[in-house]
């Protein structure tokens, strides 16, 4: 293969892979506080901690946007949410733990084969790829139905509520802390991975954290019981881990995969949402293959000029 055109594909791969930006989580302005206060919850789309855009509520894509204060029933937010506002909700919250829920429809999304198979080898999934493999369909698009499970804790009053931080809310793919994450007397707490309720055994959980401009990650696998030890500081916290297995007669897609993310704030003081590196931008939907197209359009340009430059080449030798 020419150098240029190598090139050029390596760049439409980081192009896509970088537009790409396939986290998701909820994120509130306020964390952590000493009273009651007025949070506004946004939702981000970004890639280790670093926001990359904003989005606009958009109902038909939330199956659940609730919150979670004691023993009260869930309060339905999507009523409160307007479409394609910035952030997606805003509420006056009273002293007390509080955990914000958004479960998001599934989306249908097909990729090459090489990007596809770059994303498995990225979160760890070398069972699917040994099955891609096994099946002869490694040079076969990905064709892929995922979900978004999206959690967010605030504490309002430094008075520590084991449960609160905790509390199962039946997500595919759920994260769930076993202590307050927010107790200042616990330097690690334990954090479960479970699937339909199950616990993940031997699987990749990431925590990005961030103090400040420091930015900082934790790759963790769980244990024997679904299980990690989550070692903790001062800042502001996002967890999250993917879990991607073959859609059994889904029709249009071959794998399931389900995204969960949770985050929440540690320290002394008040905690706000860390300070992002992008401007945000305001979209109600970011299709994760968005990027994809840059990253061809910017591969077929330069192969493009390659092949302008050998016919000149050839013209002016003959």
Same mark, same amino acid.
């Given at each position: 293969? &020419?150098?240029?055109?190598?090139?050029?594909?390596?760049?439409?791969?980081?192009?896509?892979?970088?537009?790409?930006?396939?986290?998701?989580?909820?994120?509130?302005?306020?964390?952590?506080?000493?009273?009651?206060?007025? %949070?506004?919850?946004?939702?981000?789309?970004?890639?280790?901690?670093?926001?990359?855009?904003?989005?606009?509520?958009?109902?038909? &894509? @939330?199956?659940?946007?609730?919150?979670?204060?004691?023993?009260?029933?869930?309060?339905? /937010?999507?009523?409160? @949410?307007?479409?394609?506002?910035?952030?997606?909700?805003?509420?006056?919250?009273?002293?007390?733990?509080? !955990?914000? %829920?958004?479960?998001?429809?599934?989306?249908?999304?097909? =990729?090459?084969?090489?990007?596809?198979?770059?994303?498995?080898?990225?979160?760890?999934?070398?069972?699917?790829?040994? *099955?891609?493999? &096994?099946?002869?369909?490694?040079?076969?698009?990905?064709?892929?139905?995922?979900?978004?499970?999206? &959690?967010?804790?605030?504490? /309002?009053?430094?008075?520590?509520?084991?449960?609160?931080?905790?509390?199962?809310?039946?997500?595919?793919?759920?994260?769930?802390?076993?202590?307050?994450?927010?107790?200042?007397?616990?330097?690690?707490?334990?954090?479960?991975?479970?699937?339909?309720?199950?616990?993940?055994?031997?699987?990749?959980?990431?925590?990005?954290?961030?103090?400040?401009?420091?930015?900082?990650?934790?790759? /963790?696998?769980?244990?024997?019981?679904?299980?990690?030890?989550?070692?903790?500081? *001062?800042?502001?916290?996002?967890?999250?881990?993917?879990?991607?297995?073959?859609? =059994?007669?889904?029709?249009?897609?071959?794998?399931?995969?389900?995204?969960?993310?949770?985050?929440?704030?540690?320290?002394?003081?008040?905690?706000?949402?860390?300070? !992002?590196?992008?401007?945000?931008?305001?979209?109600?939907?970011?299709?994760?293959?968005?990027?994809?197209?840059?990253?061809? @359009?910017?591969?077929?340009?330069?192969?493009?000029?390659?092949?302008?430059?050998?016919?000149?080449?050839?013209?002016?030798?003959?």
């Amino acid at each position: 293969m &020419k150098p240029v055109v190598a090139l050029g594909l390596a760049l439409s791969a980081f192009v896509a892979r970088t537009a790409e930006a396939h986290d998701h989580w909820l994120q509130p302005d306020v964390l952590l506080a000493p009273d009651g206060a007025e %949070v506004r919850v946004s939702q981000i789309v970004g890639e280790g901690f670093v926001k990359h855009e904003e989005l606009g509520h958009d109902p038909s &894509k @939330a199956l659940r946007f609730a919150l979670y204060t004691g023993d009260a029933e869930p309060l339905d /937010l999507r009523p409160r @949410a307007r479409p394609g506002t910035l952030p997606v909700v805003a509420t006056f919250l009273e002293r007390g733990a509080h !955990l914000f %829920v958004l479960d998001r429809a599934p989306v249908d999304l097909t =990729l090459p084969p090489a990007q596809f198979e770059a994303y498995l080898r990225e979160e760890g999934f070398s069972s699917a790829i040994a *099955e891609r493999a &096994k099946r002869g369909e490694t040079a076969s698009p990905g064709r892929e139905r995922y979900v978004r499970c999206m &959690k967010a804790f605030v504490r /309002l009053g430094y008075v520590s509520d084991p449960a609160a931080g905790g509390r199962v809310v039946g997500q595919r793919l759920e994260i769930v802390p076993e202590h307050d994450p927010t107790d200042p007397t616990v330097s690690t707490i334990p954090v479960r991975l479970a699937l339909h309720g199950v616990p993940l055994v031997g699987h990749p959980i990431e925590a990005h954290h961030r103090f400040g401009s420091k930015r900082t990650t934790l790759r /963790l696998v769980t244990d024997e019981s679904g299980r990690v030890a989550l070692p903790l500081r *001062e800042g502001a916290y996002l967890v999250r881990a993917v879990h991607t297995e073959r859609c =059994l007669g889904c029709e249009g897609a071959d794998w399931s995969s389900a995204f969960a993310s949770y985050a929440f704030g540690r320290g002394p003081g008040t905690v706000r949402a860390p300070v !992002l590196s992008l401007p945000a931008t305001m979209s109600t939907e970011r299709p994760r293959h968005r990027g994809l197209f840059l990253g061809l @359009a910017l591969g077929l340009g330069v192969a493009a000029l390659w092949t302008i430059r050998e016919r000149r080449s050839l013209g002016a030798t003959s």
